[in-house]
């Protein structure tokens, strides 16, 4: 049974930083292609960050430059490091394991993965 539990979410001023941590087990970690998304209320989920087996990333516009994902395939374990964050960024952040994702735009799209985490939730004040 898959099973992806993320950590590290919390409430930071404008301008903080997050680290969240999202640990998958129940199938092989290192094959998949790993990505974060994330749901603010009233808005459709967004895809953030996507890392291959192999570490290239790919980030949603909104985010680069601020956020970068990475994977530690050791520890079945896959990272967000937020920094600069603003009020924008608030949302119920998820991690999702697809076993592959197409084409590389699919890698934010929602659609494309097959497992998801319970969500870990960020709120950023000004």
């Known amino acids: 049974q898959v099973h992806l539990v993320e950590s590290g979410g919390g409430s930071v001023q404008a301008g903080g930083s997050l680290r969240l941590s999202c640990a998958g087990s129940g199938y092989t970690f290192g094959n998949s292609f790993m990505g974060w998304f994330r749901q603010a209320p009233g808005k459709e989920r967004e895809g953030v960050a996507g890392?291959?087996?192999?570490?290239?990333?790919i980030y949603a516009d909104s985010v680069k430059g601020r956020f970068t994902i990475s994977r530690d395939n050791a520890k079945n374990t896959v990272y967000l490091q937020m920094n600069s964050l603003n009020s924008g960024d608030t949302a119920m952040y998820y991690c999702a394991a697809a076993s592959s994702v197409g084409t590389w735009s699919g890698a934010l799209q929602a659609e494309t993965y097959n497992y998801w985490g319970q969500g870990t939730q960020v709120t950023v004040s000004s």
């Open positions: 890392i291959s087996r192999d570490a290239f990333a």
